[in-house]
């Protein structure tokens, strides 16, 4: 069983906005960290930000200001509220325990156009 499902990517211009969720399965997701991560084209999946249980967040240098982690335990949601989006931020993303242990999901894709 695959335990995270990513959606709400889609097409934007840059410096537009778009908030990804993540609904998550399991009976200790409020005891994990848990991070979103991106695969660009030809490049390795790497985390943008993540997020404790009690809410604390560390986030890339690359989205730092623009990206925002949130979570609600009692919906064992994740959330990603990105603004001014670039080109370079187009990519795969997913959300998977932090650092990663469980298996990926199959992401949703971000599309910023310039």
């Known amino acids: 069983q695959v335990p995270f499902v990513e959606s709400g990517g889609g097409l934007v211009q840059a410096g537009g906005s778009l908030r990804l969720s993540c609904a998550a399965s399991?009976?200790?997701?409020?005891?994990?960290?848990i991070g979103w991560y991106r695969q660009a084209p030809g490049k390795q999946r790497a985390w943008v930000a993540y997020?404790?249980?009690?809410?604390?967040?560390n986030y890339a240098g690359s989205v730092q200001g623009r990206f925002t982690i949130s979570r609600d335990n009692a919906k064992k949601s994740v959330y990603l509220q990105m603004n001014s989006l670039k080109p370079d931020d187009t990519a795969v993303y997913y959300c998977?325990?932090?650092?990663?242990?469980?298996?990926w999901g199959q992401g949703t894709q971000v599309t910023v156009s310039s």
């Open positions: 998977n325990t932090f650092p990663q242990q469980g298996s």
């Open positions: 399991g009976s200790t997701f409020s005891r994990n960290a």
């Open positions: 997020i404790y249980s009690a809410g604390i967040a």
